[in-house]
């Protein structure tokens, strides 16, 4: 009887085990890499197509260069499942994303293999070009890889690195991953040969002869050398923006064939002295049928069946917030021809791609350029138009100077839905809406509000919408709503006016974001402890209902805020209007809840708030806590 062979993958757990297998075995090793990243992404959930598409080029990158020791970048590094799996995370791979678990993106603290973590794009090219310079500096001998890509090239911060290696010259290489739309579509054997041609030692040393000669003969010699070689290259394989910005530029290639892709890279490995762009053309989902042919759907999947694709998704109890969004600002859309959508390349994650099915010629998608949507959202409203600039607030951040100096100190009518506000779950703290309210309340007549539940959602909607004296912001988290009633169409809320959903006169919840919910449910178990509580929803983190605010703090004994935001926050424009206004004088006990001043790793939205002390157990020990009483002890006795 034949032993059955042992699965080349068992024998890889390092990228040193994978390096001394034989060539020849590699696109089984391929295969079996892609059958355990399905069967894994299928219990844990996750990015699943991008992983599917890079796997003989994560394959063949591990087998040329010496990593860890040559640094790999992957960027945005949601592709990084098959990476892991071939860097001594494959016993933990079915922990992605889960509390306590593998990351779903690159992170330095996880694993020497990951030299640099990115969940957000285009920063790849800036940090390897960082690692290159170093590495010169000190005298080392290392490749520096960033693997970047095309929707991520779209990015100005790519081309502003782009634009800087190239100009200083030092050995770095970018891998253009094209798995969208293919700048060049590779043609075969001749494209291969070509790339090899192009990257072997006879032409990038007649390139380097010729930058050599710049030493001896003078600038004007050396370039007119060099616009003869890269005119006879241009010749045949054509020219490219990247050769302008000083990078050579080799391919496209077929970025699942090992045979054409391994000469390549050995190629640049040995013979490369400058930054050299290798373009490569792969297939989101390839190998899966399922996420082949809907790659935008298996981009970020739930758990799935593998023999079917089909996505095991809880009955929803209510709509999402993002639906509610989408489909209350099509209503208003419907009311004012004015108003227009701007997404930076996550049409579906904003649900613009359902206003854009309603409003084509007014839904405009940028691309991976937060900077650019702001600022082109600006030149909107200068024109008299209502543009909504849907952006997450994590990657908001990322156009914090626009927002600045191009919306609100001109004071701009641009409204700025914000998605994903607060705790995410699996995506981590590279994704958690921390930080918008801070770091937007601090801006002169800016307008920043934020939904306790779907209707409240649609009425700032509407407000936004009806509101054109200057920016105007609005937050909301991932997931479904809490079930309440719709109204038909929202109502124009009294800009700076919070609401009071429950009265009481001893203790008062001031509430801002959807951590309502779970301050009505701490109201009524301080109700049953005797301690009469009064819960308020802001509404607005700015300005401030400060008639609200002052009337809870002199009729109360003690006050306290919850928000899902950061430190700095509405807590905290709370705290300075109290202390301002001399309302700390009489004794008031005043306690902000806030986000905890960490990054939070992975886990349940749920557990996420627990831990953070901003569930309605939470709130309740907060006011016990206020009172120097035990609520151990109160529980107990109330039991």
Known sequence: MTKPQTPLLDKVNVPGDLRALPEVELPELADELRAEMIDAVSQTGGHLGAGLGVVELTVALHYVFNTPDDRLIWDVSHQSYPHKILTGRRDRIRTLRQKGGLSGFTRRAESEYDPFGAAHSSTSVSAGLGMAVARDLKGEKRNVIAVIG????????????????????????????????????????????????????????????????????????????????EHARGYVTGGTLFEELGFFHIGPIDGHNLEHLIPVLKNVRDNATGPVLIHVVTQKGKGYAPAEEAADKYHGVSKFDVITGAQAKPPANAPSYT?????????????????????????????????????????????????????????????????????????????????????????????????????????????????????????????????????????????????????????????????????????????????????????????????????????????????????ADARFAKPLDTDLIARLAREHAVLVTVEEGAVGGFGSQVAQFLATNGLLDNGLKFRSLFLPDAYVEQASPAAMYADAGLDATGVVTAVFHALGQDERALRKGAS
């Open 150 to 229: 095309d929707g991520a090239m779209s990015a100005g911060m790519a081309f502003e690195a782009m634009n800087n290696a190239g100009a200083r010259g030092e050995r770095l290489i970018v891998i253009l991953n094209d798995n969208d739309m293919s700048i060049a579509p590779p043609t075969g054997a001749m494209s291969a040969y070509l790339a090899r041609l192009a990257s072997g030692r006879t032409y990038l040393g007649m390139r380097d002869i010729g930058k050599r000669l710049t030493a001896y003969l003078g600038k004007r010699l050396d370039r007119a050398i060099t616009r003869a070689v």
């Open 323 to 535: 639906r509610v969004f989408a489909e209350s600002l099509i209503q208003e859309a419907r009311q004012d021809e004015r108003i227009v959508a701007i997404t930076a390349a996550m049409p579906s994650g904003t649900g613009l791609d359902l206003f854009s099915e309603a409003f084509p010629k007014r839904t405009f998608d940028v691309g991976i350029a937060e900077q650019h949507a702001v600022t082109f959202a600006g030149g909107l409203a200068t024109e008299g138009l209502k543009p909504f600039c849907a952006i997450y607030s994590t990657f908001l951040q990322r156009a914090y100077d626009q927002v600045v100096h191009d919306i609100s100190l001109q004071k701009l009518p641009v409204r700025f839905p914000i998605d994903r506000a607060g705790f995410v779950g699996a995506d981590g703290p590279t994704h958690c809406g921390a930080f918008d309210v801070a770091y937007l309340a601090t801006l002169p007549g800016f307008v920043v509000m934020a939904a306790a539940d779907e209707a409240e959602l649609k009425h700032m909607v509407r407000t936004a919408a009806d509101y054109d004296e200057g920016p105007i912001s609005f937050r909301y988290p991932r997931g479904e709503g809490v079930g309440v009633d719709m109204p038909e169409r929202g109502q124009f809320l009294d800009i700076g006016k919070g609401r009071v959903v429950k009265e009481g006169s001893s203790v008062a919840i001031l509430s801002l974001g959807t951590r309502l919910k779970d301050a009505v449910l701490a109201a009524e178990e301080l109700d049953a402890h005797g301690l009469s509580t009064t819960v």
